[in-house]
Nanobody
Framework: QVHLVESGGGLVQPGDSLRLSCVAS????????IGWFRQAPGKEREGVIC???????YSAPSVKGRFSTSRDNAKSTLVLQIDRLKPDDTAVYYC???????????????????WGQGTQVTVSS
């Protein structure tokens, strides 16, 4: 059974940095594309950044330069590093998996095979 468990969210101030983790189990992690999505109150879920099985990365224009991601296949873990946080980054952050053939669609929620339960990030002074 596939499990994706996010952690690391919380209340932070504008300009802070935050590191989210996603620990996976129940599937062959190294063969999948892993991505981060977020959903702000009243808005649709949006893809922010993803990483392929060979380390290929795609990110949304709105987060380039501030969001980065890395994966540790040995630990089945995905990390999202967020720098210079803004109030607009407030959202529930989800990790998701895609089969490798959907690498070019990894910011599109329609191609997600499985979701984590999410972790709340609130950016406020």
């Amino acid at each position: 059974q596939v499990h994706l468990v996010e952690s690391g969210g919380g209340l932070v101030q504008p300009g802070d940095s935050l590191r989210l983790s996603c620990v996976a189990s129940g599937f062959n992690f190294e063969n999948y594309v892993i991505g981060w999505f977020r959903q702000a109150p009243g808005k649709e879920r949006e893809g922010v950044i993803c990483i392929g099985s060979r380390g290929e990365r795609y990110s949304a224009p709105s987060v380039k330069g501030r969001f980065s991601t890395s994966r540790d296949n040995a630990k089945s873990t995905l990390v999202l590093q967020i720098d210079r946080l803004k109030p607009d980054d407030t959202a529930v952050y989800y990790c998701a998996i895609f089969p490798q053939q959907f690498l070019n669609q990894c910011l599109n929620s329609n191609y997600v095979q499985h979701w984590g339960q999410g972790t709340q990030v609130t950016v406020s002074s």
